[in-house]
């Protein structure tokens, strides 16, 4: 080869090689510029490809760069004639647009799929499949699909998904899909995107408080749910402990799950218990139906069906529950209950119940009797930021004397014989010193079957003002710009009569109505820093509408003595009024003591802190005009008596009154060493009694007697556990031998003493309990369920859970709390004299209660409450129960075995609201044993 040869030949490699190396180098940015202008599809996919089609010849009306609307499959917006973006009338040169029309396919999806997967995504073009593996993911307009594998079908629209199994052959990651709200968890799961269809198996659903295990489920395009060999149950346990099973169930979301025969199954053994059809309602919101009754067994009214009614929902404001009760026996009973709630406004429920008992057999009349007996309950309250200033309130309770006796099995309502009623109406003007309040009070004794009704009682005050201070208060207040004044006025109508004369004429004629004012004046002033100086006047005035008469009758038969001599009384009707005056003053200081140890000591320091005062009052006698002395008995004994006595207004005392007060109150407190504290001088502070003191007054204007007993209390909490609290009265004057009091003190006879105890109590309480470890968690979550305003079923069926909980506490145990122990002691003395006889009679009761429970196992608690009377020496009303935490279920049993109210009773029931008519319950009450 020659030389220019060899010349040429590298100079053609050499260009080659340059040619080849630009275009090696070149390559990958063109592929990246040609990928970047198509479309990407990692996240999104349609059913089938679209087809392209020629290219169309026409104007070019291309618009400015944008988001190209063929990714949504929509046609281009080029071909429209008339376009104001075109360029120009005339026909572009090339005599084509430049761009590519899609058509899209009939049976495209409407909505676009997302999906993703944690390990991998395949897909096979030829057979238009997908395959996710590894968490994969699938969202198609309101439905979410997760699973560990899934495939999907193109040509069938047709996705699969299915679980897997690890490497212990444990299954995992099974199909869960939630579609507006309802959730299902299975194995396998098939889902058409074309005809919104889905085949599931083996799965398990929610809805609301309840759970269906389904063999096989089939989902229509509008949501219904068709369900093959099912089991409904309230257990949310893989396998629950117990179901209703039945062959087939329709769940019509929102509003029922619907099922054919079917039988109760307790740990998957089938029961006797057979219903030829189930309906368990699922809809949220107020609906109306029946309220299925409890079958029961009472021995004095036989055979019964309780609490069985409808319930009406009229609204968002207004719903009425009806129950009644029907016995073999012929006893029965009818409640309606109405309620009605506003917003942000009020709320309140009104009970109205009628109750025919029947006892004994009818064809013998001298056992048989019956009783109608009637209850009326309302409660009404009123938002506070409704009318700012102004509230309105009712509690009510009204009824026969023997309704609690015969319609009634809680203890605590049995014994009580005391009910009473408030209706109240107040208010308080913004920025001003009045208040008003109306109200309508009842009080009713079972008992005795006294009732009173006072109504209007209404009070009307006007609170402390300064009329002597200027509106800008500068420098040092003068002492008479701190004078006060204030008004107080109180207006009663009140009747007293027994519960058969209700509305009776014999009612109005006991009716009385009074009304009392009052005006105090008082003011302060600060003496040499440490005292301080109040004086005061107080001015009263009462107004009557009746003036008793009372004259001593010897013919009149008295009931009481079985004799004749009692007194007659009447009355006059008119306006009569009674009035008192009363100055004072008053002095009061403070006073400290302290005792410090040695620092070594672990006590630091003994604080005592004295607060005596003293008043000097003063009241002229303005109440001669309205009492006299009227005689009681044979022996022509008379008595000081008011023509108002019995009145519903106070009446002066008789009398002047002129003379000094005298009260001294105790604090004593400790510093201690604490290794807790976390300052620097580690010391805490004890208080060894929160209080105690004495109080008397000595009358100088008093015949006799002026110094009236001693009044005396204490109080303590040892340790922040134990409170204690004393009170009591001492008689500083002696006694004869015949039991009257002589004037003169007890230390004259040379005794070292303050006088005669004559009356003393004290009270003793303690709790104590295991701390509970989940007390702020389970806190926690009850204010997140209250708080939550959200349409979500489970948590709408949790509210309504907590309420249940709420308004049946003796229903629920807190097994959280593995013991709790509560008691108290109460004694009681008094010393009473004998006037005549110069007899002593003391009375000692002492009482002691407890109330506790304990934990054997997380699952099983035991309670009792009982007390100790130590004066009749016998055991107090005794309840003790057992419960028992059957997960989905609870065993509650009572036993009341002592007393005349003794009663047993067994009740097994689901913890669910929608199953707690399910229940099975047996008890026998006192008259049964």
Known sequence: MNASYKNNYKKFFRQAYLVFAGMFFAFPFIIDAVAASRPQGNFLFNKNLADTTTPIKGKDTSRPAGKDSNLLGKRDSATLAGDSTSLSQSTDSSGVDTLYIPKISKDTLDAPVSYKAKDSIVLLVPDKRFYLYGAATTKYKTIDLSAEKMNFDQETGILEATNAKDTAGKLFGGPVMNDGGQSFESDTLKYNFTSQKAKIYHTKSQYGEGYIHSQQTKKAADNTIFGFRNGYTTCNLDTPHFSFRAKKIKVIPDKLVI????????????????????????????????????????????????????YIGLGEHFDLTMRGDVYSYGSWSLTASPTYRKRYKYSGGLNLSF?????????????FSTSKDFRVTWNHSMDSKARPGVNFGAAVNFGTSSYNRYNVYDYSTRVNNNIGSSITFSKNWQGKPYNLSVGLNHTQNLSTR??????????FTVNT??????????????????IGISYNTMLRNQANFKDSLFLKPQMFDAMQTGMQHNIPISFSIPILKTLTLSPSINYTESWFTKKFNRTWNPNKFNPQTD??????????????????VSTGVSLSTALYGMYAFKKTS?????????????????????????????????????????????????????????GISFGLDNNLEMKVFSKKDTSGNHEKKVKLLDGFGLNTNYNLLADSFKLSPFSWYARTNLFDKVNISASGNIDPYQVDNRGHRLDK?????????????????????????????????????????????????????????????????????????????????????????????????????????FNGDFS????????????????????????????????????????VPFGTFRQFSITINPKAGILRDLRINRSRQFMDL
């Open 259 to 310: 099922s054919g025969p079917a039988n109760l199954e307790i740990e998957g053994i089938p029961t006797p218990l057979f219903i030829p059809f189930a309906i368990f309602p699922i809809t949220q919101g107020q609906r109306s139906g029946i309220l299925p009754p409890q079958y029961v067994v009472n021995q004095q009214k036989g055979i019964g069906l309780e609490n069985g009614g409808y």
């Open 355 to 367: 109750a025919n008992t029947r006892f004994g057999d009818p064809a013998i009349k001298s056992e």
């Open 450 to 459: 006294d009732v009173s009704v006072s109504f209007p009682d209404a009070t």
């Open 465 to 482: 003002i300064f009329p002597f201070q200027p509106k800008e208060l500068v420098g040092t207040p003068k002492w008479y710009q701190k």
């Open 563 to 580: 004799t004749l001599g009692a007194i007659d009384t009447s009355y006059t009707a008119g306006f009569y009024a009674a009035r008192s």
């Open 602 to 658: 672990k006590i630091k320091a003994i604080r005592h802190v004295m607060r005596p005062t003293i008043s000097a009052s003063f009241s002229p006698d303005l109440s001669k005009g309205y009492y006299h002395y009227l005689q009681y008995n044979k022996e022509g004994d008379k008595s000081l008596v008011s023509d108002f006595d019995g009145a519903i207004v106070s009446v002066p005392s008789p009398g002047s009154f002129g």
């Open 745 to 849: 003190y007890v230390w004259q006879a040379g005794k070292l003493s303050l006088g005669r105890l004559t009356n003393a109590s004290l009270t003793l309480s303690t709790s104590f309990q295991s701390k509970d470890k989940k007390s702020k968690a389970k806190q926690q979550t009850i204010d997140s369920i209250e708080n939550a305003q959200t349409s979500d079923a489970a948590f709408q069926a949790q509210q309504r859970q907590l309420q249940m909980v709420r308004n049946n506490p003796g229903e629920y145990v807190d097994f959280d709390i593995p013991w709790r122990l509560d008691l108290s002691y109460s004694l009681s003395y008094t010393n009473t004299v004998l006037v005549d006889s110069g007899g002593y009679v003391r009375r000692l009761t002492q009482y002691v209660s």
């Open 856 to 895: 054997l196992t997380p699952k099983w608690k035991i309670g009792m409450n009982s007390g100790f009377d130590f004066t009749n020496m016998q055991i107090a009303y005794t309840n003790m129960y057992i419960s028992r935490d059957l997960h989905c279920w609870q065993m509650s049993i009572n036993l």
